[in-house]
């Protein structure tokens, strides 16, 4: 069979059981006649292991919801879920390397607010959290804590604040990693109060608690699975949630914004993404999954146990949720940096 050119520029193959008919038109008639194996590939999925990575480092909250989360998929899909940690720069290694990934529906990341609503808008990533991957379902959220080693001077947010500012640069504060959300609401808070104190990131927020707990370092604006166990242990004092309202199992720790800084209101979600390109019945199937994973039980407890709750959020509603926060982080960010200037 030859090929030649029509005076339009389209292949014509020249046999003639072909003969008069395009190259595109070829084409178009291939990708119909494989659509139904496509689609049944989809629908079969999934056939083998599938990957979660969880940006941060292992023991942390992303870590453990991740492994709850993984746990249940397992369970009800009937395939392996493996969980794989790549921490680094407060969730962006990991969340790159989902973006990275093959839209195949065999790897998905346990992303964080950080690494997607924040980080992305206040310094540079290789990865657009828009366009680069593909929202699939929060499943928890959960606030922070302002925790202090137990021989700090301060014994509520008021004294923090003007402990801060009578000492510029003597508190230190750790986070998860540099950018990730315990990192920036720190920030944000020293341009609330016209403080100024010195960052040191972790891997990972459960190591950042180890030295606070240790006194190696004075502070950290912490998520809840990390502060929770060490405030009720008497291992750091607890000085506030970040919070809208104060938690019904810490009735006596007043918010950040009630205490000291009006509107400052930080919540932590972690979700399931996927590489942009992933197909759509893969992402509506692993949706309806964790649709009905945030009704179970024994899931629902097993968060509870790490201070965060349970979510039921579509995907086109998580995606409308991170431009909402989009909107809200970039003009702080902005106004974070020229502070910093």
Known sequence: MTACFDRLGNVRLGSAAFRGTTFRQMMMAAAIVLAPAIAQAQEAWPTRPITFIVPYGAGGYTDTVGRITAQYVEKVLGKPVVVETRAGGGGIVGTQAVADAAPDGYTFCVCSVGAISVVPFAQKVRYDPVRDLEPVSIISTIVQAVVAKKDLPVNSM????SYAKSNPGKLNYGSSGLGGLTHYAVELFQARTDTKMIHVPFKGGAQAMVSVVAGDIDLSFANMTDALPQIQAGAVKGLAVTSRERLSYFPNLPTVHEAVSADFVVETWNAIMAPAGTPKPIIKKMEAVLMQMA???????????????????????????IQDEIKQWKPLLAEITERQK
Do not use: H, I, N, Y
């Open 295 to 321: 009704d179970d039980p024994a899931v629902k407890e097993a968060m509870t146990k790490t201070g965060s709750s349970t979510v039921k959020m579509p995907s086109e509603q998580f995606r409308a949720q």
């Open 158 to 161: 008021a004294e923090l604040v």
